[in-house]
């Protein structure tokens, strides 16, 4: 199997690609290196691994790339942390929506040629921003209001333009919902703005790294966005890059959608409470204090994730300890070396 992989040096898409070539398959990835800049990969000299730099809105790029591959994942996308959702409200569904023009614009064409299987589309929990059952089943972005946040709005956006292939061109697909990637990979982005929060400041805005940053640069007591009260569904990079790749071929993936994570659900406060013991150990008291949260700080996201278990045998099940024991170290080593 051949994969076509549109932002390839992203977070996600690392572990999504490590995972397509250790189960043999050979990957094509495209990436401008426009979030993080320059970076290297373990696998960029994988036999099995091409890599292009270049910009995933470019049709007749990805036309050309497309025309020997089997399967699609429209990965690329303007994205970031909660922060990010701000400052780039507008950015976010532009250039996102011309990304996903462009990718359902070559997959249209490559399977009309009989060549392309299916595409695989890269959503997000975010459609389910406004989201009152929980846990939250797949089908219920349909049905619950919109999401508020341009971001999220844009990820249903994206799911339309998939509704649309399938019914004008019988265009096969999958849509895949991760929830709160944890892992290695994740750097400072070059547009990132830095935050202040207590003394030190940040940049990825997002909650595992931030909180690491904190806890290994010493602040006490400890920020924390919010009441803390906040429940998120921390699920391993890993497990995520293994269910991307089991649900390419699956039959009953076929045309369906999937919530992607974890079925623990973590309170930010005991997240903010383990970290801190992981980094200081048991015998310094446990001290936080309260920023304000931004406006797009949903308090409870909570998926169903009965439907990928039942029709994939799908399950993400890395402890959040063990995540923490892969992440504390690799975040301590960007610290130093100035990444993060």
């Not at 800049?37 to 292009?52: A, E, I, M, Q, W």
Request: proline share 6%; with cysteine; glycine share 8%.
């Amino acid at each position: 199997m051949k994969v076509l992989v549109t932002g390839s040096a992203g977070f996600i898409a690392g572990y999504t690609v490590q995972s397509l070539l250790d189960q043999g398959h050979s990957v094509v990835g495209v990436d401008n290196f426009g979030k993080y800049g320059r970076l290297s990969k373990s696998y960029d000299d994988h036999p099995n691994y091409t890599f292009v730099e270049g910009d995933a809105r470019d049709a007749g790029l990805i036309k050309k790339l497309i025309a020997d591959c089997d399967h699609f994942i429209a990965n690329a996308a303007k994205i970031g942390g909660i922060s990010y959702f701000h400052q780039f409200a507008y950015d976010l569904m532009a250039e996102n929506e011309r990304i996903m023009a462009a990718a359902c614009d070559a997959a249209i064409e490559a399977h009309k040629k009989g060549t392309l299987k299916k595409l695989t589309v890269m959503s997000s929990s975010m459609v389910y921003e406004n989201a009152t059952v929980f846990p939250t089943p797949e089908g219920e972005e349909r049905k619950c209001p919109p999401p508020t946040s341009t971001y999220g709005f844009q990820k249903l956006a994206c799911e339309y333009f998939v509704q649309g292939a399938h019914e004008q061109y019988k265009l096969p697909y999958t849509i895949l919902r991760p929830f709160n990637c944890v892992g290695i990979g994740e750097r400072r982005a070059l547009t990132d703005v830095e935050i202040p929060s207590g003394n030190i400041k940040l940049a990825l805005s997002h909650v595992v790294p931030d909180l690491v940053h904190k806890c290994l640069k010493g602040q006490d007591p400890l920020h924390i966005l919010g009441s803390g009260e906040q429940v998120r569904h921390f699920t391993y990079g890993g497990d995520l890059g293994r269910g991307i790749a089991l649900s390419l071929e699956h039959p009953k993936a076929l045309n369906q959608d999937f919530n992607l994570s974890t079925p623990a659900a973590t309170r930010i406060i005991d997240l903010a409470d383990f970290i801190w013991k992981k980094v200081h150990g048991p015998g310094k008291p446990f001290r936080v204090t309260h920023d304000p949260p931004f406006p797009y700080d949903v308090q409870f996201r909570s998926p169903d994730v009965s439907k990928a278990t039942r029709l994939l045998g799908y399950e993400a099940d890395t402890s959040l300890d063990e995540m923490l024991d892969e992440v504390i170290p690799w975040i301590k080593e960007q610290v130093e070396l100035g990444t993060i």
